[in-house]
Antibody, heavy 118, light 107 residues
Framework: EVQLVESGGGLVQPGGSLRLSCAAS????????MNWVRQAPGKGLEWVSY????????YYADSVKGRFTISRDNAKNSLYLQMNSLRAEDTAVYYC???????????WGQGTLVTVSS | EIVMTQSPATLSVSPGERATLSCRAS??????LAWYQQKPGQAPRLLIY???TRATGIPARFSGSGSGTEFTLTISSLQSEDFAVYYC?????????FGGGTKVEIK
């Protein structure tokens, strides 16, 4: 059974940093591309970042470029999102999601809430 | 950047009735479109990919159609568990963009 479990969310002050993790199991993690997708309270879904299976190709949404860094450790079956210079508008539930066919997300984690507030 | 527009924002439907949700892309996305269902407090769940292919385990009452810029998700006979928010997402071009969602509520 495919499982994705996010962790690392919490309350952080504006300008602060947070590192999210996503532990994957039930599939060959190293063979799959991964996304981070977020959802602000009461709002829709927003794609945040993408990483290829090897980690050699990475993309970011303009809204987080230069502040967020996606990475992965295939030996540990883990995906990460380092978030720096956090802003109030980064407040959201952050989901990690497995990417299939270089496009859609076929499995999602349960999400971790990041709240940026003083 | 492609803009994905979903309509209506809210759809009120009685159980057992048919629901038709629309998604429009600002430029052609070919058939590279997915639909997701999200219930309150839960993660999104993939329903449809390739505009019309049901994901594993998705009931046959869910169907997708369209190509290019106009897409439709049809739920043939709404069950109680189908009341949720539905999102479309294009993956033909970077970045992958989601529509704003359609909430299907009980009439």
């Amino acid at each position: 059974e495919v499982q994705l479990v996010e962790s690392g969310g919490g309350l952080v002050q504006p300008g602060g940093s947070l590192r999210l993790s996503c532990a994957a199991s039930g599939f060959t993690f190293s063979s799959y591309e991964m996304n981070w997708v977020r959802q602000a309270p009461g709002k829709g879904l927003e794609w945040v970042s993408y990483i290829s299976s090897s980690g050699s190709t990475i993309y970011y949404a303009d809204s987080v470029k230069g502040r967020f860094t996606i990475s992965r450790d295939n030996a540990k079956n883990s995906l990460y999102l380092q978030m720096n210079s956090l802003r109030a508008e980064d407040t959201a539930v952050y989901y990690c999601a497995r990417v299939f066919d270089s496009g859609y997300s076929d499995y999602w984690g349960q999400g971790t809430l990041v709240t940026v507030s003083s | 950047e492609i803009v994905m527009t979903q309509s209506p924002a809210t759809l009120s439907v009685s159980p057992g009735e048919r629901a038709t949700l629309s998604c429009r892309a600002s430029q052609s996305v070919s058939s590279n479109l997915a639909w997701y269902q999200q219930k309150p407090g839960q993660a999104p769940r993939l329903l449809i990919y390739g505009a019309s292919t049901r994901a594993t385990g998705i009931p046959a009452r869910f169907s997708g159609s369209g190509s290019g810029t106009e897409f439709t998700l049809t739920i043939s006979s709404l069950q109680s568990e189908d009341f949720a928010v539905y999102y479309c997402q294009q993956y033909n071009n970077w970045p992958p963009i989601f529509g704003g969602g359609t909430k299907v509520e009980i009439k």
